[in-house]
């Protein structure tokens, strides 16, 4: 069974870093793409970061040049590197998998992933 944990959110102040990683186990083969989302309270959860088997990455517009992700196939781990953190960017970030038919691929919608963590806080303050 796949299983994703989240680690890393906490509490910090505006302008600062963070950096969260995502661990998972029981992936049974290659070829699967990693993602972060977010969900603020009361509004949708969205794409933070996406990145490919092979390391192609798409990060969206609002968190371009702030952000990056990366990740260690060896570790099966993913992280999320956060800097100059804004309140806008409080919310639950969560990890998601799914295992992808080409090792480029770069799934951008939620309902592409099959895996979830539980999430982990993040809290901005200004």
Same mark, same amino acid.
């Given at each position: 069974?796949?299983?994703?944990? !989240? &680690? ?7 302008? *600062?870093?963070?950096? =969260?990683?995502?661990?998972? &186990? @029981? ?16 509004? !949708? ?6 990145? &490919? ?5 798409? =990060?969206? *517009?609002?968190?371009? @040049? ?22 806008? *960017? ?21 309902? !592409?992933? *099959?895996?979830?963590?539980? @999430? ?5 303050? &200004?």
């Amino acid at each position: 069974q796949v299983r994703l944990v !989240e &680690s890393g959110g906490r509490l910090v102040q505006a302008g *600062d870093s963070l950096r =969260l990683s995502c661990a998972a &186990s @029981g992936l049974t083969s290659d070829n699967y793409a990693m993602g972060w989302f977010r969900q603020a309270p009361g509004k !949708e959860r969205t794409l933070v970061a996406a990145i &490919s088997y092979i390391g192609g990455t798409y =990060l969206p *517009d609002a968190v371009k @040049g702030r952000f990056t992700i990366s990740r260690d196939n060896a570790k099966n781990t993913v992280y999320l590197q956060m800097n100059n953190l804004e309140p806008e *960017d409080t919310a639950v970030y969560y990890c998601a998998t799914v295992q992808t038919i080409k090792r480029n691929a770069i799934p951008q919608g939620q309902n !592409e992933y *099959d895996y979830w963590g539980q @999430g982990t806080q993040v809290t901005v303050s &200004s």
